[in-house]
């Protein structure tokens, strides 16, 4: 055999060998990519039932919580309605329960006002003279003795009405602290003793006792809220009291008190009488003396107004 033969030959298994290696090599590659494929394959498989399933799952989430939300909300509605009608019926109450305490208010305070009306004499602001008659029988429903230091030496025991003699001595200890030293002469006197003390003074002057003495029933000194007044000064004399300083104060001053002068200068009823003082009130003796009037000059309407407060 050649030697070119022989070369032939090996070139000839050698270019075999390669190209039968290089399709084994091709093979395998081939076969390798195809296994990636199918993997691939299955993978997207996979991944595609996943993501059905996961968009199949959130379908039914959505759904749940749209009828979750939609049964809240409806629940919601519900109970702010309801809750409207429970506020409704709550203000309702309340203002029930307003409208009874305000009744009950009402009703207390007309009972404490008739109480306290019932218990204070409706005469004591009466205008009694000549045209108002008091009741011979009237009597104070309270009456107390004035402390004999307030009482004029020589008198007998005086008396006045329980409810207001604080504001009497009142009176007698601020004039005394101003410096007049006025008594009482005569405070509280009986029907009897209206009668007995007429007919001494007709006694003495004649039917002109008529122009200062009170007929029986008509003396505001029945009602046991007026008293008559002197300084010592004066010792006790009557119609020279006007021209004391100690009157003057009164004049100034006695409405502080409740006190106000009943027949003051000019009056139609008596003669002008600046020992007389009556305790009205400390409400109606400011607004008699702030307006300058007199008690005689008020219509009964308008001073049985004062009546319940007469004693604050
Ligand atoms: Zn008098």
Not at 24 to 37: D, E, F, G, R
Not at 193 to 218: I, M, P, R
Not at 285 to 293: K, N, Q, S, V
Request: proline share 1%; hydrophobic share 35%.
């Amino acid at each position: 055999m050649s030697l070119l033969h022989t070369a032939t030959i090996s070139v000839l298994v050698l270019a075999t060998i390669i190209m039968t290696g290089s399709s084994i090599y091709l093979y395998a590659t081939t076969q390798k990519q195809q296994t990636s494929l199918e993997s691939l394959a299955r993978e997207k498989t996979e991944l595609t039932q996943d993501l059905a399933s996961t968009t199949s799952q959130l379908a039914t989430l959505r759904e749940l919580a749209s009828s979750t939300i939609h049964e809240l909300s409806s629940r919601l509605s519900l109970t702010s309605d309801e809750l409207a009608e429970i506020e409704d019926d709550l203000a309702r109450e309340k203002d029930r329960n307003e409208d009874f305490e305000d009744q009950i208010k009402d009703l207390a305070g007309t009972v404490g006002v008739l109480d306290k009306l019932s218990k204070t004499d409706e005469e004591l602001l009466q205008k009694y003279s000549k045209t108002y008659f008091l009741n011979e029988n009237f009597r104070p429903l309270k009456l107390s003795q004035i402390d004999q230091d307030y009482v004029f030496a020589g008198k007998k025991d005086q008396y006045f009405h329980g409810d207001a003699i604080e504001h009497l001595t009142d009176l007698l200890d601020a004039a005394k602290r101003a410096g007049h030293d006025i008594k009482i002469i005569s405070a509280f006197r009986s029907f009897e003793e209206q009668v007995e003390l007429k007919g001494q003074f007709t006694q003495v002057y004649g039917t002109g006792a008529n122009a200062f003495s009170a007929d029986q029933g008509y003396s505001e000194h029945q009602l046991g809220t007026a008293v008559d007044i002197a300084d010592s000064a004066t010792a006790g004399t009557y119609t020279s009291f006007a021209d004391t300083e100690a009157y003057a104060w009164l004049t100034e001053n006695a409405y502080r008190y409740g006190f106000i002068l009943s027949y003051p200068e000019g009056n139609q009823f008596y003669i002008f009488e600046p020992w007389h003082w009556r305790f009205v009130g400390r409400d109606l003796a400011r607004d008699l003396h702030r307006e300058g009037t007199s008690f005689y000059d008020l219509d009964q309407r308008e001073l049985d107004e004062y009546l319940i407060t007469i004693f604050d």
